[in-house]
């Protein structure tokens, strides 16, 4: 079922798809930066794969899914891609512990924070970006204080120059709807949104298959036979030829 936001998007050439807005399935909605997130995700999951033996069926069959999906993911590229990435990294280089960077064999991939506007009439405006947390009230030993010291000195990154000092990032280049339209074609996933979803799970199962050790032999060994009933020709007929 395709989305009728994505149908009449179509219609125009070099149209794009607004973030956030309905895709047609419920609960979910158009990704922001799709080709981000699924390259992070993508990467991260092939990395992971690697602590399990070659030999696994679910490596196997994980890896080669991942990597087909990545080579499409990294044949098409929005326009003003690379501009973009040369200057998110300038942008960070000039601060880098204030962001968060996600490492993979493929690169960095830095996580940018949201960027709220707020309306300089509201109150929100007069918060400095200081986390404020209530302590306990009345005279304390230091003994006592001593659990509440390092939370009273306030965030470990919080500077008043990085407050003052707002950067600000450009949005990643979207793909037009007729590029969402091809890829989803070609990844033959269902949306592009459902996509990442699958990306996401799989980069969450690999840990937990990872920890079962589902390469393994059973502890206790299936009966001989046990399965065969799945086998073709093996049910008892109930017609005559």
């Known amino acids: 079922m395709r989305a009728a936001a994505r149908l009449l998007a179509s219609v125009k050439p070099g149209q794009f798809l607004e973030a956030g807005t309905p895709t047609g399935l419920t609960g979910l909605l158009t990704h922001p930066s799709p080709r981000s997130a699924l390259l992070y995700h ?8 690697k602590k399990i033996p070659d030999s696994s069926v679910y490596r196997q069959s994980t890896e080669a899914l991942t990597k087909h999906r990545l080579a499409v993911i990294e044949q098409s590229k929005p326009a003003g891609w690379d501009e973009w990435q040369q200057k998110i990294a300038l942008q960070v280089s000039e601060d880098p512990t204030r962001y968060q960077v996600l490492e993979t064999s493929a690169g960095q991939t830095v996580v940018i924070p ?36 390092r939370k009273m000195k306030g965030d470990v990154n ?5 407050v003052m000092n707002d950067v600000k990032f450009d949005p990643e280049p979207q793909y037009t709807a007729e590029a969402i339209s ?28 990872t920890e079962a050790k589902v390469w393994e032999p059973l502890e206790e060994p299936a009966p001989e036979g046990q399965w065969s009933y799945f086998e073709r020709m093996t049910h008892t007929k109930t017609q005559k030829p």
């Open 42 to 49: 993508y990467h991260s999951t092939l990395d992971k794969l």
């Open 114 to 149: 949201n960027q709220a506007k707020v309306d300089e009439r509201s109150s929100s405006a007069e918060w400095d970006g200081e986390a404020m947390e209530s302590f306990p009230e009345g005279i304390r030993s230091s003994k006592e204080r001593l659990p509440h010291a």
């Open 158 to 162: 919080y500077t008043p120059e990085r």
């Open 182 to 209: 091809d890829l989803e074609s070609r990844l033959g996933a269902g949306l592009i949104e459902e996509v990442i979803q699958v990306a996401e799970g799989e980069h969450k199962l690999v840990d937990a298959m």
